[in-house]
Each structure stands twice: as C-alpha cells, then as structure tokens.
C-alpha cells in the first residue's frame, strides 16, 4: 500500500540550506516520474523542481538554480535541497509521484524562512 511522508521541515534564516526528506516504501521507483511542490494559502500548488519518468536511474540528482532533487529507488527516498533560502520560499512542501496524470502525494512539511 502506499505509504508517503515528508520530513525535514522548519524554521531556516534567509541565506541557508534545508534538506526535505520524502519517505515512500510502497512505491517503485523506477515506475514514477518525480518531483517536488510547494503551496502557500491563497495560491495554487507550485512546482518546484520534477524529475521526469522517463528518466530511468536508480539514482537521480538534479539540479535546477537553488533546488536540488535526488532519489534513490534502492533506499525508496527522495530528498528536496534547497539552497539561499528566501522569505518567499516559505511554504508547505510536498513531495510527488506520477505516471501518465496519476499522482501521489505526502502530506506535505512546512517550511518557514524568516530571520
């Protein structure tokens, strides 16, 4: 069964790093492009940073500006590294699975930036 949890959420001063942690023992890996999102009160839900399906890797880091996605299928983690944190950055994370318009979801860890 599925089972998804978000980690590693709290309170950061601006200019620092968070590293979030996404827990998923009931899913393949391999079967599911990845990603991570955010979403404050009043505003959509907002990607972050994804990792496509059809990157077939047991392990994947990727890297776009001051994120940084990696999972491991062997370990069934997936993390979300943020660096230069911002007040702006402020929000629930949550991490995501998906394949062809199916998506899992964790229920999300706040994250808090503010001095």
């Known amino acids: 069964q599925v089972r998804i949890v978000e980690s590693g959420g709290g309170l950061v001063q601006p200019g620092g790093s968070l590293s979030l942690s996404c827990a998923a023992p009931g899913i393949d890996f391999n079967d599911y492009g990845k990603a991570w999102y955010r979403q404050v009160p009043g505003k959509e839900r907002e990607l972050v940073i994804e990792?496509?399906?059809?990157?077939?890797?047991p392990r994947i880091n990727i890297k776009s500006g001051r994120f940084a996605l990696s999972s491991d299928s062997a370990k069934n983690t997936m993390q979300l590294q943020i660096d230069d944190l911002k007040v702006e950055d402020t929000a629930v994370y949550y991490c995501?699975?998906?394949?062809?318009?199916?998506?899992?979801w964790g229920q999300g860890t706040q994250v808090t930036v503010a001095s």
């Open positions: 990792a496509p399906l059809n990157i077939h890797a």
């Open positions: 995501n699975f998906n394949n062809r318009g199916y998506s899992l």
